[in-house]
Antibody, heavy 126, light 108 residues
Framework: VQLLESGGGLVQPGESLRLSCAAS????????MSWVRQAPGRGLEWVSS????????YYADSVKGRFTISRDNSKNTLYLQMNSLRAEDTAVYYC????????????????????WGQGTLVTVSS | EIVLTQSPGTLSLSPGERATLSCRAS???????LAWYQQKPGQAPRLLIY???SRATGIPDRFSGSGSGTDFTLTISRLEPEDFAVYYC?????????FGQGTRLEIK
């Protein structure tokens, strides 16, 4: 399993940025995916999750209405569109693969994170 | 939202000693859906334990998890030099997913 984030950088407050996460080594469409961030010197904060088929999307209150998670299963890529960025969004953003539980021929996501990317740094500053 | 409180904030121990880390939830964690991660400086977190007590693939058996409801524990039976890091608990039983603030395990 490999997860490779890209798209981070320095932006001014109010601007937008789109993060990408290229996945390989597993059947991407079969797994829910998430973004987790870590502000400098701080702990981990869940940001957003998306189901394997994109039918379900979930957001932390701190980003709801500003961030949009999406995926392109044909490209094995996860995205995070970040609009109206604020200084408090400054963090390393990790892409993470959720686990799943399979029984009786169907599988359900379990949102603990078996695999993580190396992270991409987003800095929001004027 | 379930708030996870980890204690102690910092734990100072020597290699070979036993480490006991606590994670307390503000309300019961559904189905004991609690995970533990290890993070070293400049690295991504690594999954250690899921479902409160199941070890992730490749995790040494000196790491064990226990607990249920609102009180959970990560135990490292005999500390190795590579175990000194920050440890986080995470609940995934209810939305939103939440993490504890972390326990720093440092060499005494």
């Amino acid at each position: 399993v490999q997860l490779l984030e890209s798209g981070g950088g320095l932006v001014q407050p109010g601007e937008s940025l789109r993060l990408s996460c290229a996945a390989s080594g597993f059947t991407f469409s079969s797994y829910a995916m998430s973004w987790v961030r870590q502000a400098p010197g701080r702990g981990l904060e869940w940001v957003s999750s998306i189901s394997g088929s994109s039918t379900g999307t979930y957001y932390a209150d701190s980003v709801k209405g500003r961030f949009t998670i999406s995926r392109d299963n044909s490209k094995n890529t996860l995205y995070l569109q970040m609009n109206s960025l604020r200084a408090e969004d400054t963090a390393v953003y990790y892409c993470a693969k959720a686990s799943r539980y399979c029984s009786g021929g169907s599988c359900q996501p379990r949102y603990y994170f078996e695999n993580w990317g190396q992270g991409t740094l987003v800095t929001v500053s004027s | 939202e379930i708030v996870l409180t980890q204690s102690p904030g910092t734990l100072s121990l020597s290699p070979g000693e036993r480490a006991t880390l606590s994670c307390r939830a503000s309300q019961s964690v559904s189905s004991n859906y609690l995970a533990w991660y290890q993070q070293k400086p400049g690295q991504a977190p690594r999954l250690l334990i899921y479902g409160a007590s199941s070890r992730a693939t490749g995790i040494p058996d000196r790491f064990s998890g226990s607990g249920s409801g609102t009180d959970f524990t990560l135990t490292i039976s005999r500390l190795e030099p590579e175990d000194f890091a920050v440890y986080y608990c995470q609940q995934y039983g209810s939305s939103p997913i939440t993490f504890g603030q972390g326990t720093r395990l440092e060499i005494k």
